[in-house]
């Protein structure tokens, strides 16, 4: 099938790299002039592991291509794919102003060609957008003989959204119109997984429910963690303990420095603004927005408890990024924790595979390391932020000895606690004995 890919970030590049791995002929769209060349030339312009790969083999086959002409790409294809971002606006609701100008545009191109093609096309919302958008979007639509709509929420996970496409756990489909759920069932037919067949109200809300509840997990452990770290008990091994009750699950439990990308915080706050705008109070999420945002602040004064005084004390951070496998930074807790310990006239190195640089651009008078051990040397702490596996597999006693304190500091608390204190380190991590 042909279809067409409007927005090419790490969503729209994702999903048009798959669908081209699926076999359809895809076309991706982007206003960025610059940005279409470079994927021509195979350079996908974010790290996601083996999608630049992909991008080259597809563009050698053919079966994918780039363009900046909105009208080549739609009026190509029987499905058009929207990824375009819908970032939070001041009050945290969604900024749906680059949605609102795409649909603009793909209604007045297909309507004026509707009559010599009558082609039935759908519009396939994969940007996260609030609780009737689509419906909307529909009735906006309801003048253009055969332009339909469904929302299409994707689940990708930074760092393995390559394989979360073609390997989904779920797909939502949410359309009230036929036709546009055959194409949808089309276009997946050879994947293999659960099927959510649905309204596109529906599809919306499993969108932000999901993402919601996966950052209540993860506030929740956090909050747990904390008491943890005051009554004794280690928080690693409560998770376990809780993990394996099915009803609970193992996934989403680890304590650290709080959640980030973009998905995630954007979402959780534009669901309590959406209850807020139907006059329906939301305290819970509120909570979970307070504890993630709290979470660095928290960490940084466990730190003082063992360096009372960080004022001139040199700290490396390890990991920038908001996860690993990825070079996003996005609500990266990096970007949290960086002006609090600066607050505490802390001196600051960091290592990072991939943000070095662009971390560099916000803070120049940091000082940036090739590797963990070179951010380590003569430092006063170390601190784990993201748990790449750089960072993560370390001989501790060269740590040891390239640090001028032997402080580690474990914001993921994924280094092995006993092997540090073996290599005579003081070893802190989240809410761990």
């Known amino acids: ?38 994927l021509q030339m195979g350079e996908a312009g974010i790290y996601e592991p083996n999608l630049e790969t992909e991008l080259q083999n597809m563009l050698a086959l053919g079966k994918v291509t780039f363009s900046s002409s909105l009208e080549e790409g739609i009026l190509s294809s029987r499905a058009i794919f929207v990824c375009v971002g819908t970032p939070p606006l001041p009050d945290g609701s ?17 309507k004026a060609a509707a009559g010599a093609s009558g082609v039935t096309r759908v519009v396939v919302i994969k940007s996260t957008v609030p609780v009737g958008t689509n419906d909307r979007i529909a ?27 073609l390997h989904p756990s779920r797909i939502v489909l949410g359309t009230e119109e036929p036709q546009a759920l055959a194409i949808l069932e089309e276009l997946y037919d050879s994947l ?18 999901s993402n919601a509840f996966l950052a209540t997990k993860i506030s929740f ?31 989403f439990l680890g304590a650290g420095l709080g959640y980030g990308g973009s998905c995630f915080p954007k979402d959780t706050s534009a669901l309590s603004e959406l209850g807020a705008q139907h006059g329906v109070d939301m305290p819970l999420l509120k909570q979970v927005q307070q504890v993630n945002e709290l979470q660095p602040v928290w960490f940084v004064e466990q730190m003082k408890k063992q360096l009372p005084a960080l004022a001139g004390l040199k700290i490396a951070l390890l990991g920038l990024s908001f996860k690993p496998q990825t070079d996003d930074l996005r609500e990266a807790a ?58 993560v597999k370390l001989d501790f006693t060269r740590v040891k000895n390239s640090l001028r304190q032997p402080f580690l500091f474990d914001g993921r608390n994924a280094w092995d606690k006993r092997a540090a204190k073996d290599a005579g380190l003081t070893y802190m991590g989240v809410g761990r004995t």
Request: hydrophobic share 45%.
């Open 334 to 391: 990096s970007l949290r924790l960086i002006p609090l310990l600066r607050r505490e006239g802390a001196v600051l190195s960091a290592y990072d595979p991939l943000c070095n640089e662009r971390v560099r651009g916000l803070y120049p008078d940091m000082e940036f390391a090739d590797d963990p051990y070179a951010a380590l040397a003569g430092a006063d702490a170390g601190v784990l932020v993201t748990e790449w596996e750089q960072c």
């Open 1 to 38: 099938m042909n279809i067409s890919v409007i927005g090419t970030g790490y969503v729209g590049l994702t999903t048009a790299v798959s669908f081209a791995l699926m076999g359809h002929d895809v076309i991706g769209i982007d206003i960025d002039q610059a940005k279409v060349a470079r």
């Open 94 to 110: 969604a900024d749906l102003s680059a949605l609102n100008q795409v649909l603009s545009s793909i209604k007045e191109r297909v």
């Open 192 to 209: 293999v997984c659960e099927r959510v067949r649905t309204t596109r109200a529906n599809a919306e809300m499993i969108k932000y429910g």
């Open 139 to 165: 009735r906006q639509f309801a003048d253009v003989p055969g332009l339909l709509v469904a929302s299409n929420p994707e689940f990708l996970r930074e760092g393995s959204a390559l394989h979360d496409s």
């Open 221 to 251: 452990m956090n909050e747990l963690a904390r008491l943890s770290a005051a009554l004794g008990a280690d928080i690693t091994e409560v998770a376990r303990g809780m993990g394996l009750d099915p009803r609970i699950g193992p996934y």
